[in-house]
């Protein structure tokens, strides 16, 4: 059932037995797992059921490294949380993701990927993915079109995979019914977590104390608590929760916070594509975001390249993927970036310094390059009008997403200013090392020389990335990762394998700001199928007398947190 924080009687307590902090895409996949169950469970959510600009001030804050964009028109802070913006790609991670790699400082998961594929089969379920075959022959085939086929590939420097999108799924609008009709399940909406009170050893969470915007004030008394805000939010509710611990809520090693991560993005390079290359959509992204001409079985699919393996090990690089994406007429222009607003403002992302008759007036100034853009992704034109298009489309580009290598300097702290409930906003300071750049230089090199090579494109390089700044043009991917790192130990990571953080015997953290690495593919999928493996985690602990009373680990002093000195060595 639904509740308004904003309409219960002030300094009201509710008792459960589980709360979830957040109502994304881990949190209400845990809320209706729980439900299955039984297990009483009340959900808090910051914003209602749409987006109002109120609640979305409470997600700015500063950027104080590399300029990142984190507020406005890059979350949605309402029931859903950003699977309401999410393009819905869907690829698990790479089994070397999970791997302690030698070269990576800080990599390395507490298990590995067969752990995660009962869970990652779940997921698909609750994504309405389409099986869990990943075989780019087997989809190729099924499309069984001539503009959609697989590249050579000859010399093994390079493998091609594909991803399936979600519909996307947008969690608050598919579950509201279900949500509504619950029976276990209570959902507080406009409902802040401004604290979480701990008993008098600070060892046990008790309750978290709410507040909206409105002055209305309550708490929740719960076995267990769950923190699933994202990787921003995550870190920044723990550090200001400094009553009772100095440092922060879980932080006795230091690590709250360090270890940000999201996939960096440039544009590449130039390539002039030869026939019929210049047809196949099957590796270019501006066919992809549920493209009827790449789709099979009603799902859809988009390929793209990575480098190997093997190859990775001898060149001692990240992970990345890498796209083409085709250069349409208007692409660049006033009007396409005016156009990529109004859709966001569809799905609740809003840029405050771009107003809608802004954006309006501009469309009205480039009726033509407004025209070219949209006709280029949704009116697929036809008959000669598609061979038109098609022979306008000479060039691309690489897109490519890198990983990002773990660095504790790269982090999320709390800045001096604060927001409408007197919490203290977030600062991030995103860092990206030489290691990324060098993966930008040599995946593109080898994905350049591989298409040379086999006839598809003609190539034309930029300037290498290392031994220079980074370019203006560099921007994420909003795949918030890495705050609260799981690690087996208390002082590498902040919470263990299934989640529970080390300082608390029940409280755990959601999300995919456990991630202790981010590979190269899209986090979602990850991150519910981490969501559900938690679920069956704490349902068995519920399941077991006196389940909470297992001590936590004791703390250890807040000092410079031995993960973050091996790195820095």
């Keep these: ?109 507490p298990f590995g990927i067969e752990e995660l594929n009962p869970f990652y089969e779940r997921a698909h379920r609750v994504l309405r993915l389409g099986p869990t075959n990943y075989d780019i022959d087997h989809w190729v085939e099924a499309i069984g079109r001539k503009d ?44 802040n977590v401004v604290d979480i009170e701990t008993g008098a050893d600070g060892r046990e969470a008790t309750r978290v104390h709410v507040r909206t915007l409105t002055g209305k004030r309550m708490s929740v ?22 009553k009772q611990h100095g440092a922060g809520l879980g932080n006795s090693s230091g690590l709250v916070g360090r270890y940000f991560m999201d996939h960096p993005r440039l544009l590449l390079g130039k390539m002039t594509l030869r026939e019929p290359w210049r047809r196949n959509k099957l590796y270019d992204i501006m066919f992809h975001y549920l493209n009827r001409d790449v789709r099979a079985d009603g799902i859809h699919i988009a390929a793209q390249l990575t480098v190997a393996p093997e190859v990775q090990r001898r060149e001692r ?3 990345s993927r890498i796209w083409f994406s085709s250069i349409f007429p208007g692409e660049g222009t006033a009007a396409a970036d005016a156009l990529k607003r109004m859709k966001f403002r569809l799905t609740g992302k809003i840029d405050p310094s771009h107003s809608f008759w802004r954006d309006m007036g501009i469309l009205m100034r480039e009726p033509v390059n407004a025209a070219n853009f949209v006709a280029a992704r949704q009116l697929r034109p036809v008959g000669f009008l598609k061979e038109m298009h098609f022979q306008m489309i000479k060039e691309a580009r690489f897109q490519m997403i890198c990983e990002p290598a773990p660095d504790p300097d790269s982090r999320v702290t709390l800045a001096d200013s604060k927001d409408a409930l007197g919490m203290p906003r977030a600062r991030v300071d995103w860092r990206l090392g030489d290691m990324v750049k060098y993966t930008f230089d040599r995946t593109v090199a080898i994905v350049g020389k591989e ?52 300082d608390l015997a029940n409280l755990y953290v959601g999300g995919s700001s456990v991630f202790p690495t981010a590979g190269a593919n899209f986090p979602t999928i990850t991150l519910v ?41």
């Design 1 to 109: 059932m639904f509740c308004d924080a904003r309409r219960v009687e002030d300094a009201m307590v509710a008792e459960t037995t589980v709360c979830i902090i957040g109502g994304g895409a881990a949190g209400l996949t845990m809320a209706l797992e729980f439900e299955r169950r039984g297990i009483g469970t009340i959900v808090l959510e910051s914003g209602g059921r749409r987006p109002d600009p109120l609640t979305m001030d409470l997600y700015r804050g500063e950027s104080v490294g590399i300029p990142y964009h984190f507020g406005d028109n890059y979350r949605s802070r309402f029931l859903g949380g950003c699977s309401n913006c999410w393009g819905g790609w869907c690829r698990p991670m790479d089994a070397e993701d999970f791997q302690k790699r030698d070269w990576v400082p800080g990599s390395g998961w």
């Design 148 to 191: 959609v086929r697989r590249m050579p590939l000859p010399s093994g420097e390079l493998i091609d995979s594909i991803s399936q999108f979600s519909p996307p799924l947008r969690f608050g609008r598919h579950h509201r019914r279900d949500l509504g009709n619950a029976r276990h399940v209570r959902v507080f909406l406009h409902a």
């Design 221 to 242: 008394k719960a076995r267990y608590f769950v923190l699933a805000c994202g990787g921003i939010e995550n870190a920044r509710i723990l550090l200001a929760c400094n």
């Design 317 to 319: 690089m990240l992970n």
């Design 451 to 502: 298409v040379g090579d086999a006839g598809i494109a003609e190539v034309a390089y930029d300037p290498p990335q290392l031994g220079r700044e980074w370019p203006e043009s560099l921007e994420g991917t909003w795949h918030h990762m890495g705050t609260t790192r799981m690690n087996d130990s208390p002082t590498q990571g902040v919470v263990d394998r299934h989640g529970r953080m080390h």
């Design 529 to 569: 199928a981490l969501a559900l493996r938690m679920s069956d985690h704490i349902a068995a602990r519920i399941s077991q007398p006196d389940a909470v009373a297992a001590a936590a680990p004791p703390r250890v002093p807040a000092a410079e947190p031995a993960a973050v000195a091996a790195v820095r060595t």
